[in-house]
T-cell receptor, first 115, second 114 residues
């Protein structure tokens, strides 16, 4: 079964420090991958997606992720954390069912930013 | 604003009862997905509809059912409710059902079963 693994259910960083959230996916065809962010009391919002082409993907709010097939990883990074980045982040990949695709999500990583 | 509308935002009900959650997808989106989010299970895919037809089922209990209407809005019906059904229920929509189609989520309905 396809699965998405996010290492670390909770990550704390200081304001201005590097943010690194880890995601490993199960190898699949096609290798499409997504990062979503969930702010308190809100739904999930798409941060970025990898479909084909360049392996370094830029998203909103200064986040980016790099697709590494050899490591089956799609880690999310941001050079300098801001207080407003405090949220829960989910990595996801599609899996097929009945001729269609549904997203399978990782367990999520809650990011805390310390002033 | 994702363009996906879910009502109600909060729902408190007793065990054994039945509730209906409603979702209006983004304008033009044909696919509607329902997900359940709980602390212990995370985000679990329940069911998908595409243009009125059921496309796929995930971890949806037999006590739960859904449908998508001709105007593309969808309803999730939860019956014989148990304490363990307390969770956030999200609706998401996408323009298609392809693997690279991102989902657009509503703000969810928080269900509390007492």
């Amino acid at each position: 079964a396809q699965s998405v693994t996010q290492l670390g259910s909770h990550v704390s960083v200081s304001e201005g420090a590097l943010v690194l959230l880890r995601c490993n996916y199960s190898s699949s065809v096609p290798p499409y991958l997504f990062w979503y962010v969930q702010y308190p009391n809100q739904g999930l919002q798409l941060l970025l997606k990898y479909t084909t082409g360049a392996t370094l993907v830029k998203g909103i709010n200064g986040f980016e992720a790099e697709f590494k097939k050899s490591e089956t990883s799609f880690h999310l990074t941001k050079p300098s954390a801001h207080m407003s980045d405090a949220a829960e982040y989910f990595c996801a990949q599609p899996h097929s069912g009945a001729g269609s695709y549904q997203l399978t999500f990782g367990k999520g990583t809650k990011l805390s930013v310390i002033p | 604003d994702s363009g996906v509308t879910q009502t109600p935002k909060h729902l408190i009900t007793a065990t054994g009862q039945r509730v209906t959650l409603r979702c209006s997808p983004r304008s033009g989106d044909l696919s509607v997905y329902w997900y359940q989010q709980s602390l212990d299970q995370g985000l679990q895919f329940l069911i998908q509809y595409y243009n009125g037809e059921e496309r796929a089922k995930g971890n949806i209990l037999e006590r739960f059912s859904a449908q998508q209407f001709p105007d593309l809005h969808s309803e999730l019906n939860l019956s014989s409710l148990e304490l363990g059904d307390s969770a956030l229920y999200f609706c998401a929509s996408s323009g298609g059902a392809a693997a690279n189609s991102p989902l657009h989520f509503g703000n969810g309905t928080r269900l509390t079963v007492t």
